[in-house]
């Protein structure tokens, strides 16, 4: 029953806790939600990853750029829950899959495919030496390393040339990224505590 909305009842109870003669019945309408067990059952069945290995690597590497964990000293943290925040990175809390899902799923974009494309370059070492330039070089044997093996302050660097960057789609990748990663992060449920 693809597109029939799922009607949910809720009542509304006295403060005692016992039921009104005059209680409500609240019919919400959401036609693309579904329950927790129909959600479970799609996702163990039915799933296919949206993106090759290489190229959730290529992810994880953005992501992780984007919001890293922080190492912050015990005396600093007033709370343990804030402490554990500053220490979770962004694909920790399995935030490449959710960014996945809302660039290849939620959204329906012509540059989708150049998305894609440039994840597996970036999950190559001539890609990543194509779009990062000599950023991506390197002292020790391979020379030219793929984006996911550069350091986390170099991936920095090459994401900040990329917001400086003449050329548009790396512009605009950089633009994509930078809201989709964060909302993404800081939209889903806590799960520090």
């Known amino acids: 029953?693809?597109?029939?909305?799922?009607?949910?009842?809720?009542?509304?109870?006295?403060?005692?806790?016992?039921?009104?003669?005059?209680?409500?019945?609240?019919?919400?309408?959401?036609?693309?939600?579904?329950?927790?067990?129909?959600?479970?059952?799609?996702?163990?069945?039915?799933?296919?990853?949206?993106?090759?290995?290489?190229?959730?690597?290529?992810?994880v590497a953005l992501c992780d750029t984007f919001l890293p964990s922080l190492h912050v000293y015990k005396d600093r943290v007033v709370d343990d829950s804030l402490g554990q925040l500053y220490r979770t990175s962004a694909s920790m809390n399995g935030i490449p899959d959710q960014v996945a899902k809302m660039m290849f799923l939620k959204t329906e974009h012509p540059k989708q495919l150049l998305v894609r494309l440039t994840l597996w370059f970036l999950s190559t070492w001539i890609g990543t030496l194509i779009l990062c330039g000599k950023t991506c070089l390197s002292t020790q044997f391979p020379y030219v390393q793929k984006f996911s093996r550069i350091s986390a302050k170099k991936r920095e660097e090459i994401l900040v040339s990329w917001s400086l960057?003449?050329?548009f789609l790396l512009r605009m990748l950089f633009r994509a990224l930078k809201s989709v990663i964060p909302l993404a992060y800081f939209t889903q449920a806590s799960s520090f505590s």
């Open 1 to 59: 029953m693809e597109g029939s909305p799922i009607v949910e009842e809720k009542h509304l109870v006295s403060p005692q806790g016992l039921e009104n003669d005059d209680y409500f019945v609240l019919r919400i309408d959401t036609p693309n939600s579904l329950t927790e067990k129909e959600r479970d059952d799609n996702y163990s069945n039915n799933y296919e990853p949206l993106l090759s290995s290489r190229e959730t690597e290529s992810l």
């Open 165 to 167: 960057s003449y050329f």
